[in-house]
């Protein structure tokens, strides 16, 4: 069984400071690794999407990183703001459009 | 870009009604759409697998006399959830799979807050 797991479960953060969002999962051979944010009461936006044969993506101030081998993924959200705060998801495929496997979540709030 | 559009976006019923779920792809075909719920406070859990002319398959756990699944065009799905219970009350969220352009990219709906009282 795929699991993805996240941490933190949930992290306070003052405006503008720098933070990183932790995912792993228990199977390597992914397909791809996809971020997306989740608003309260709302659906998913996907962020930034990133290959298996990739290292990185890059957004805005968005930065998601991804080592295959070691099972993880980062989201670096640089200078954090008070619009940033949601539920951060990733999620993993292991086949070419197919469905995903996703996270816990990791709930964010931006102190203003 | 692709687009799918889900509805409605939030649904209440009472106990005991059905209320239909429905997925659309706006802009491209869609052989295959998934479904996913989540519960409060839990990560999203694939239900089942639509596939365009032929039954839904459905993951463990997942009663599918409760959860109708409909795919009868290449552009629309939909969820029934039959005999509603509180204990349904979720989030469900839908994607389709596109096969053109650049081929085999997943696009998710908004998502439908589903709500029985």
């Known amino acids: 069984k795929q699991e993805v797991t996240q941490i933190p479960a949930a992290l306070s953060v003052p405006e503008g400071e720098n933070l990183v969002l932790n995912c792993s999962f228990t199977d390597s051979a992914i397909y791809n690794l996809q971020w997306f944010r989740q608003d309260p009461g709302k659906g998913l936006t996907s962020l930034l999407l990133i290959q298996s044969s990739q290292r990185e993506q890059t957004s805005g101030r968005l930065n998601a990183s991804l080592d295959k081998s070691s099972g993880r993924s980062t989201l670096y959200i640089a200078a954090s703001q008070p619009g940033d705060s949601a539920t951060y998801l990733c999620?993993?495929?292991?086949?070419?459009?197919?469905?995903?496997?996703f996270g816990t979540g990791t709930s964010l709030t931006v102190i203003p | 870009g692709a687009v799918v559009s889900q509805h409605p976006s939030r649904v209440i019923c009472k106990s005991g009604t059905s209320v239909k779920i429905e997925c659309r792809s706006l802009d491209f075909q869609a052989t295959t759409m998934f479904w996913y719920r989540q519960f409060p406070k839990q990560s999203l859990m694939l239900m089942a697998t639509?596939?365009?002319?032929?039954?839904?398959?459905?993951e463990q756990g997942v009663e599918k006399d409760k959860f109708l699944i409909n795919h009868a065009s290449l552009t629309l799905s939909t969820l029934t959830v039959t005999s509603a219970h509180p204990e349904d009350s979720s989030f469900y969220i839908c994607s389709a799979r596109d096969l053109q352009g650049t081929g085999n990219t997943i696009y998710f709906g908004e998502g439908s807050w589903l709500t029985v009282v």
């Open positions: 999620a993993v495929t292991y086949s070419t459009g197919n469905q995903f496997y």
């Open positions: 639509s596939n365009e002319g032929s039954k839904a398959t459905y």
